[in-house]
């Protein structure tokens, strides 16, 4: 049975059909509204558009924030505030007039790469996204890692340096101030200050440089930018590192927005990994980039539905 995924986002809502293999058969994209109204609007029809001449058996809405999962409540959401506070399944299960499960968004992306990307065929996965914050998802023994209330695998906020530089958060020192796509641009001015004759420090004398902007450099082998993702990469390792020892995991999938850095910001935090984490768990874990994409996030709330549906488990 086909099932509805929805990845609710600060700008966009995306909403796909998804197979019982993964696979999106169709997509609709929409502004994020500002207002709860709107907002919720929004997603309901954004999901009758997608679902339109398609048999579907269930849907499944990831959002962003600390989600109460027992009342399905967003608690706090910093940058899509018009979430919080609503019963989302009860205020939107009737409208959409389909069995509704409502997750984070992390948890979601972290559910879709188990499923059908780069943690196929694990049972014990952690997912870090990396975007203008860092969220996080854990999977262990086959089963999403949640917490007592709904709120868990916050991976961006675990401390790594106590004076560190102050997170979106309101603590000093989060892993998410030190490897967010947020963080890269913030070091990345930093870098072309003291590298003024690199493309970056060019650049940086002409615009306001962004992440992708630092990705796209470091491809073309501007030594500001490679140190920057560098730098980026060894504190994102010492944050894993952490999770390597708490977890144990097979693998660790990173993803998210501000992965432009791929490979060269991997190799960095794998070194960081070896040096800081224990054996066994260092030994065996590999950690790889997420291979679904943009996608992740409405392939995995889809699959979310197929779990919490029962029936449909693969
Ligand atoms: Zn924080």
């Not at 954004?46 to 608690?75: K, T």
């Not at 030190?178 to 650049?203: H, M, Y």
Request: overall charge negative; aromatic content about 4%; hydrophobic content about 40%.
């Amino acid at each position: 049975m086909n099932l509805v995924g929805v990845d609710v986002g600060a700008t966009k809502i995306a909403a796909g059909v998804v197979s019982p293999e993964g696979k999106v058969l169709a997509r609709v994209r929409r502004q994020t509204a500002r207002t709860p109204e709107k907002l919720l609007s929004g997603i309901v029809r954004a999901v009758s558009e997608v679902r339109d001449g398609f048999e579907v058996g269930g849907g499944c809405v990831a959002v962003p924030g600390l989600l109460l999962s027992q009342e399905s409540i967003v608690v706090y959401s910093p940058n899509l505030h018009a979430i919080e506070g609503i019963r989302l399944k009860d205020e939107l299960e009737p409208e959409i007039k389909l069995p509704l499960t409502i997750e984070n968004d992390n948890s979601a992306a972290a559910w879709g790469e188990f499923r059908f990307g780069a943690g196929k065929g694990t049972n014990h996965l952690v997912f870090v996204g990396l975007g203008t914050g860092i969220g996080g998802g854990i999977i262990s023994h086959g089963q999403l890692l949640r917490g007592a209330q709904g709120a868990g695998g916050e991976l961006g906020h675990v401390t790594i340096q106590a004076t560190g530089p102050r997170c979106a958060c309101g603590n000093r020192g989060c892993l998410e101030a030190f490897a967010s796509g947020t963080a890269i641009g913030r070091l990345a001015r930093e870098v072309a200050g003291e590298r003024p004759s690199s493309a970056l420090g060019r650049l940086a004398a002409e615009r306001e440089v962004l992440g992708e902007d630092v990705a796209r450099l470091a491809h073309e082998d501007d030594e500001g930018a490679v140190s920057v993702l560098r730098e980026v990469g060894r504190w994102l390792g010492i944050g894993l590192a952490g999770f390597v020892n708490v977890f144990n995991p097979e693998v660790v999938v990173v993803g998210g927005g501000a992965m432009g850095g791929g490979e060269l910001m991997l190799e960095c935090a794998r070194e960081e990994i070896h040096v800081r984490a224990r054996p066994p768990g260092r030994d065996l874990v590999e950690v790889k980039e997420a291979t679904r994409g943009p996608d992740s996030g409405v392939i995995g709330a889809a699959a979310r539905a197929k779990e919490h549906s029962g029936k449909y488990l693969l």
